[in-house]
T-cell receptor, first 108, second 114 residues
């Protein structure tokens, strides 16, 4: 099946700092999503972005499908941004497959 | 109510009990999924249903039995579980398998087997 690798696995930031999370995938995809898992376990949809660039407030994401990677940018981080960020992809033959996630901790 | 709803949110059960997890989606989607997330592990796909037909069983033990009576409802029947089955169980839905289309997740059921 398709492979999804996320980096870095862990990230510690001071409040106000910016960060970039990366997701590499092994094959062409027709779905790519970024999720934030809150402390209660719920997966919050951040972006549905199989290609191109999107922005939502302090967050933005870019997927370069031809080079098989996606980036999630967090600017001016806040403590409420803490949690685990997952990238998930789906191809024509593979169901939504998750990476191992990036654990983000934003300290005040 | 909108989105994907899972009940119960928390469940404690003995190894000899039988219980069921319920998932309901109000998004008009045709695909539904069960995922398992154990502590400090990534999400593992368990089952996939597309237009009420099971299309994927990811080598899940038979003590987990899924049921999809229609495209809006998905159940996970549990019996004679083991303590290592304690985990967060997440339900998701999407327009159909293989995409395109955005998937949405429920709040999860946190299961403890004692």
């Amino acid at each position: 099946g398709i492979q999804v690798e996320q980096s870095p696995p862990d990230l510690i930031l001071q409040e106000g700092a910016n960060s970039t999370l990366r997701c590499n995938f092994s094959d062409s995809v027709n779905n790519l999503q970024w999720f934030h898992q809150n402390p209660w376990g719920q997966l919050i949809n951040l972006f549905y972005i199989p290609s191109g660039t999107k922005q939502n407030g302090r967050l933005s994401a870019t997927t370069v499908a031809t080079e098989r990677y996606s980036l999630l940018y967090i600017s001016s981080s806040q403590t409420t941004d803490s949690g685990v960020y997952f990238c998930a992809v789906e191809s024509g033959y593979s169901t939504l497959t998750f990476g191992k996630g990036t654990m983000l901790l934003v300290s005040p | 109510e909108t989105g994907v709803t899972q009940t119960p949110r928390h469940l404690v059960m003995g190894m000899t009990n039988k219980k069921s997890l319920k998932c309901e989606q109000h998004l008009g989607h045709n695909a539904m999924y069960w995922y398992k997330q154990s502590a400090k592990k990534p999400l593992e796909l368990m089952f996939v249903y597309n237009f009420k037909e099971q299309t994927e069983n990811n080598s899940v033990p038979s003590r987990f039995s899924p049921e999809c009576p229609n495209s809006s409802h998905l159940f996970l029947h549990l019996h004679t579980l083991q303590p290592e089955d304690s985990a967060l169980y997440l339900c998701a839905s999407s327009p159909k398998t293989g995409g395109p289309g955005e998937a949405f997740f429920g709040q999860g059921t946190r299961l403890t087997v004692v």
